[in-house]
């Protein structure tokens, strides 16, 4: 992948950039500039993953460029290693103040410096794969709804209420961050599931409930073993498990359900009370509310939910309404 | 995720150890090791994913402990960052020679190591990112075989066949690498294919066969936009082009079909003629590559594959009856 990160070199001697040149050209895409002026429109073009940045330069300064580079917003993945032969702990605290990721003394060595922008390089690598991660985690819930381009925003509006409701019950910023990642996946196990079944108009046989009951196994098999998932395993496999014990598919109860699934099951059950279903109408908030203090036919939110999600939830209602609103669309 | 990150440090120290801990406390996990036995012993237990390691400890130094940490398999991923007063430039590139991955020179500020630590932390998650997006992708892929527990290892060696015909056919490493990650998404679309369509045995009605060849349309739209996932598109939507224009959805021709679905049409039809369908049984490697190099009354090897990737296809046959042999199991 290296000779896709581009480093910008920025250095007023013209020996030092050859230096540098022979050092990384065979890996990186590289670019130079030899005044702090021709730095900028460098930046501004080339859009440089890594910046070399000599100090002392013969126009403005290195850290008036390493400023420039923190105020642009295109700019804003781009790691800055600060160069110097001029560099005492005055320098380098201020670069690190300004944000400057790292520095390096001249006269350095070619390993040295080659260590380093094969560090950064990896670096700016594991974000574009955080993004396609995240991109992957999203297809394979939508792979899930059965309608693709008509599934609306139902996912994406699990992933928020599941934050809100996660941190207002006092969790910590990593669990409410990957709930709101992993939220969307509750229902990848319906891919396994006939979409006769999933949009049958009217009752559904036993038969047929039974195959629907087994979405969440099918879901915990598609995700499988792996550490970084563990959550979203979770939520698949136990978002319908119910406080009392009687949800599917272990029929665990109470604290048992781990705590992601015991999110999942009230945030799932709002986005569907206030979407159209094959067997419902959409419910507006005020009678989804209702429903969720008092219950129906089908829902008793005191035996199914854990209680202190719930308090949490009612006294929070609101901000899982203007969710709704704000990312409204036909749900599944 | 930093309190995720585990970090040991090493130093004879003690105050050193307390100021160190003073500024990393708060958001990692912490360990600490006053000489390099205790190190060693800290390390098989506490298995740390950042050391900061000082050179000079009472017993051994700390390059002994570098090198059991490059010795010592599960600590492959471990970063091992270098502390020192006395750090000439032989001590420094003698260790990023034996794989430390930086150093940090005594006295050292709060900020520069918190610097240096947030950053390696980063990258210690990117690798787990980059593990669990892989897992993601096979997932995703596994997902739109029919028979989730039964499908056997079709994606995991179309993923190698394709690796070894752009290989072979002179790509550079990035293209190959990247094949061998998405080469297996090729039939992701299938998930919105009913199953009794997939699974019928005898022949499909026409309504049927239009209905399977929306696969490739269906799974680019599942893949989607992402640039991290551009060459996976192209082959989920380009897999069953073919070189004289007779091929679906699109109906493109000789270099106009990306090279990555040119490859993956040749690969993917290989395992298809190895496996048992429901139409068929499965052939040996002998009598599949009779077809490859005379056709049979479905397949025009020269009308449908691109003729250098058939040729090298060809020339290097054997590869392909290994990997079918070393990953063999029913494919879908």
Known sequence: MSKNTKVLIVDDNLLNLEIVKGILEEEYSLEFAKTGTEAIEKLKVFKPDIVLQDIMLPDIDGFDVLAFIKNTPFLKNTKVIMVSALMGVEMRLKGYEMGAHDYIVKPFEDDELKAKIDIFSELVHSHEIKEAFNYTIEALSRAAEACDEETGNHIVRVNEYSYTLAK????????????????????????????????????????????????????????????????????????????????????????????????????????????????????????????????????????????????????NNEKYESIFESLEGEGV
Request: net charge negative.
């Open 168 to 315: 207002d019950s006092g969790q910590d910023e990593d669990f409410c961050n990957e709930i709101r990642c992993f939220a969307q996946m509750h229902d990848v196990g319906k891919i396994h599931v006939p979409m006769s079944i999933l949009n049958k108009k009217g009752s559904l046989s036993k038969e047929e409930f039974v195959e629907i009951k087994g979405h969440p196994i099918y879901g915990a098999k598609i995700i499988g073993e792996s550490e970084q998932l563990r959550m979203a395993k979770e939520i698949a496999l136990y978002h319908h498990e119910k406080w009392d014990g009687s949800g599917y598919p272990s029929g665990i109860s109470g604290k048992e359900i781990p705590l992601s699934g015991r999110i999942v099951a009230i945030t799932d059950v709002y986005d569907a009370l206030r979407s159209e279903r094959s067997y419902k109408p959409a419910f507006d908030h005020k009678k989804t509310m209702t429903i969720f203090k008092d219950g129906d036919d089908r829902l008793d939110p005191e035996k199914h939910f854990d209680p202190e999600l719930l308090s949490s939830f009612l006294s």
